[in-house]
């Protein structure tokens, strides 16, 4: 097999001996720090939540780009190279600029999409439109089965 020279392993036919060394037991390796302390676990805590928070404003930023009908495709892809060139600094800079414009369209987008919910629930529903429960109360009016005060009030109702 192999030889021992002066603390070498040699092997036959090997031109490079190697040094024999002890291995370390696994408690001297680390030093005993197997467990972060409390201020860096506090840390890591601080920084995933940032980050997080930076990743949500990132797609935020990219949906209102590509929802906003009035900027051109051009525009749009110059916003999404900043983004993913200096992130942290385009964000900033795209909040600032268009904040207030990404609100609004936010805004907009949340009336159409319960306009929508409305209108779908009252087809479904058949519930009379208010045109239509203004008319009702009209005839009802006309047939003298309520007074004056009450078809203002349905009518206050119907536009409300």
Same mark, same amino acid.
């Given at each position: 097999?192999?030889?021992?020279?002066?603390?070498?392993?040699?092997?036959?036919?090997?031109?490079?001996?190697?040094?024999?060394?002890?291995?370390?037991?696994?408690?001297?390796?680390?030093?005993?720090?197997?467990?972060?302390?409390?201020?860096?676990?506090?840390?890591?805590?601080?920084?995933?939540?940032?980050?997080?928070?930076? =990743?949500? $404003?990132?797609?935020?930023?990219?949906?209102?780009? +590509?929802?906003?009908?009035?900027?051109? @495709?051009?525009?749009? %892809? #110059?916003?999404? =190279?900043? $983004?993913?060139?200096?992130?942290?600094?385009?964000? +900033?800079?795209?909040?600032?600029?268009? @904040?207030?414009?990404? %609100? #609004?369209?936010?805004?907009?987008?949340?009336?159409?999409?319960?306009?929508?919910?409305?209108?779908?629930?009252?087809?479904?529903?058949?519930?009379?439109?208010?045109?239509?429960?203004?008319?009702?109360?009209?005839?009802?009016?006309?047939?003298?089965?309520?007074?004056?005060?009450?078809?203002?009030?349905?009518?206050?109702?119907?536009?409300?």
């Amino acid at each position: 097999m192999g030889r021992i020279e002066n603390g070498v392993v040699v092997l036959p036919g090997d031109q490079f001996p190697c040094r024999m060394t002890a291995v370390r037991p696994r408690a001297e390796m680390n030093d005993g720090k197997d467990t972060m302390s409390f201020l860096e676990s506090l840390w890591s805590i601080i920084v995933t939540f940032f980050f997080i928070a930076y =990743l949500i $404003l990132l797609f935020q930023i990219i949906s209102d780009l +590509l929802r906003d009908k009035a900027l051109g @495709g051009g525009v749009k %892809a #110059l916003w999404i =190279l900043c $983004l993913f060139v200096a992130p942290f600094i385009s964000a +900033l800079i795209y909040v600032i600029m268009r @904040g207030k414009g990404m %609100a #609004l369209r936010s805004e907009m987008r949340v009336r159409e999409s319960v306009e929508e919910a409305e209108n779908y629930i009252r087809e479904v529903a058949g519930a009379p439109t208010p045109t239509q429960q203004i008319e009702a109360a009209k005839a009802l009016l006309a047939a003298g089965d309520i007074n004056e005060a009450e078809n203002a009030r349905l009518k206050e109702i119907a536009l409300a």
